[in-house]
């Protein structure tokens, strides 16, 4: 298919366990990164529910002949639909376990995935793990963070530095299971043969910055030692959460 991809999660260096989950699927073309909330193994079933389900979701859909669980959205691409529909399903089903096992009443979960068909990328998120385009001439991010402290930067009431070291850094806005209204953003966009997508948890972007992202991807000989790279340095610069990188290049048939 042209797809080359390589991704890690790493417990980092402050938590005891992992709760970030990820899939890494160039078959289907799916990639898929879920920073679990609510502690005590509790958001690693959430992230865990979520890859499961998207996963699910999306490789039932391959072919458009199908009964739709909810009502198509129009305005979106098929593949839009069916990454849209696929978080909705994962909120549900976090909702669903959360009925089950009232232990479990706080967890939930951000996720961001993305969806090739050739060099068409569809995009959705929610919460604030990141999708971005890498490429010759530098870094870019393509997803919204869903947190207080990127209001605040859109407002123009926080800079992006201050908001890198705010207090609140960690407070989301969005999320799956939390029981409020879920707004999943999509976007479709086309990745060059030049271009690299890179899908993380906070744990990650938290830890270092877009600029140390860039020059670690670009000096590193293929993906998966830019990856372990990536993990390194968020642990050198403190590792105080989770840390999940998927890196994801496209080759066109020619090549």
């Known amino acids: ?48 529910i979520v ?6 979701f999306v490789g039932e859909t391959m ?28 909120d549900q089903a976090i909702a669903e376990d959360i009925r089950r096992n009232p232990e479990r009443e706080t967890m939930g979960s951000t996720v ?21 385009i890498l490429g010759a001439d530098g870094i870019r991010q393509v997803t919204r963070d869903h947190s207080w402290v ?3 930067v859109a407002n123009g009431i926080l800079t992006p530095s201050e908001a890198r070291v705010h207090p609140f850094r960690n407070v989301i806005t969005q999320a799956l299971g939390n029981g409020g209204e879920l707004e999943v953003e999509i976007q479709n966009l086309e990745l060059s043969i030049s271009e690299r997508l890179l899908l993380c948890s906070d744990g990650l972007s938290g830890m270092i910055g877009d600029k ?19 993990i390194s340095a968020a642990r050198e610069h403190g590792g105080e959460d989770n840390i999940t990188a998927i890196l994801v290049s496209w080759e066109s048939e020619e090549a």
């Open 1 to 48: 298919m042209g797809i080359h991809a390589a991704g890690t999660t790493d417990v980092g260096c402050v938590r005891k366990h992992n709760e970030d989950s990820f899939l890494a699927d160039s078959t289907l073309g799916l990639f898929v990164v879920a920073d679990g909330l609510g502690g005590h193994a509790a958001g690693e079933v959430a992230s865990r």
């Open 51 to 56: 890859v499961d389900t998207v996963a699910r």
């Open 63 to 90: 072919e458009k002949d199908r009964t739709w669980p909810v009502e198509y959205d129009p305005s979106l691409s098929y593949d839009g639909n069916r990454l849209k529909v696929a978080l909705l399903l994962s």
């Open 112 to 132: 961001v995935a993305g969806l090739f068909n050739g060099p068409k990328l569809t995009l959705a998120h929610v919460g604030d793990s990141r999708a971005y």
């Open 150 to 152: 990127a209001e605040q």
């Open 212 to 230: 140390q992202i860039w020059d670690i991807v670009e000096q590193a000989p293929d993906l998966q030692q830019a990856v372990d790279s990536l």
